[in-house]
């Protein structure tokens, strides 16, 4: 017989726990975001990866009257094309996934092993999604707004006057606005300081600031940089001639719209490899369907000594 401690009067806790089975989660990836952005944006399929977006040339030119009813005589004119209209290739965000075969042989139970190994790994890749979106510097959001549709807040914080003027840069149709979420805070004290707090509005079951009906959008892949960030405004869809998504519909072993993993075999070192696959592309179709507000001061609720008395 064990010898016992004089003081115990019953099994400890620590002792019972050895017969007790504990709950597991499966993992948890806190870089896992909302993704609002993919889920706003209209996707559109694309043939042989290959997007061709054909503009017309000199629009101002096209000429039409109202004529008197006396007058026979109408204007002439034609619609021209440009000649040379610009093409969008999909990107690939990919990664070859290994997982040892003796790792989903014994420790498959509670979860698959293989199964929580691609989940993460797919998450990781449409973080990355996201990313490319707003900064990939050939076909990404930022590296594609005009310099006509750039402007710059008045005072340095975000204000309503600012984003009234993005709206005037995208005012057909706007569909939200996008930022880092430190700038949403910071306009929201903006306009508590002013006495217009933003009313919200409900979008896939979550709470989002609005400025005139307008959502404003968080995101953390919007870049932030010495305190400094931007707010991008955004009409959406191609009937609005707005910013599209792109993707290559029916891949081998396609998940979800332009996600494939395919099993790669298993090597002479027991290794099961996957390769995932995104492919996507974003086109703005006009111009004036996208606009930023550049050099956003982000600043901190300590820089409003006024505002929460």
């Known amino acids: 017989m064990s010898e016992q401690n004089p003081g115990q009067l019953a099994l400890s806790d620590n002792a019972a726990r050895q017969l007790a089975n504990a709950t597991k989660t499966t993992p948890i990836l806190s870089t896992i ?7 706003l944006l209209q996707w559109s399929p694309v043939e042989a990866g290959i997007y061709r977006l054909n503009k017309v040339k000199n629009p101002q030119d096209v000429l039409v009257a109202c004529a008197k009813r006396d007058e026979s005589e109408l204007p002439q004119t034609f619609v021209d094309y440009e ?13 070859v996934l290994d997982v040892h075969t003796r790792v989903s042989d014994l420790y498959n139970s509670p979860h698959d092993q293989i199964k929580e190994q691609l989940r993460l790994t797919v998450e990781t890749i449409k973080e990355r999604q996201e990313s490319e979106l707003i900064n990939n510097p050939d076909y990404g959001l930022l590296a594609n707004v005009t310099q ?12 309503p006057d600012d984003l009234d003027e993005l ?12 930022t880092h979420p430190l700038a949403i805070a910071a306009f929201g004290r903006e306009c508590t300081r002013r006495g217009v707090p933003p009313p ?21 892949k919007v870049p932030v940089a010495d305190g400094k960030t931007k707010i991008l405004l955004i009409r959406v ?6 910013v599209v998504g792109l993707y290559q519909p029916g891949l081998a072993g396609e998940q979800s719209p332009g996600l494939s993993v395919r099993f790669m075999g298993i ?14 592309s974003l086109v703005v179709q006009s ?10 001061e982000i600043g901190k609720f300590h820089d409003y000594p006024d505002t929460y008395k």
């Not at 000649?83 to 690939?92: G, I, Q």
């Open 33 to 39: 975001s909302p993704r609002w952005l993919v889920h």
């Open 83 to 95: 000649d040379t209209p610009r093409e969008y290739f999909l990107n690939a965000v990919s990664t």
């Open 148 to 159: 006509e549709q750039i402007v710059y807040p008045l005072t340095g914080a975000p204000t």
């Open 167 to 178: 709206l005037t840069k995208v005012w057909k149709e706007p569909a939200f606005f996008l």
């Open 200 to 220: 919200t509005v409900s979008l896939f079951g979550a709470q989002f600031l609005t400025w005139r009906g307008i959502p404003l959008i968080p995101s953390d």
């Open 237 to 242: 869809g191609e009937k609005r001639q707005g």
């Open 267 to 280: 090597s002479r070192n027991a290794i099961a490899s996957y390769l995932i696959s995104l492919y996507c």
């Open 287 to 296: 111009d004036d369907a996208l606009a930023v507000l550049e050099d956003v």
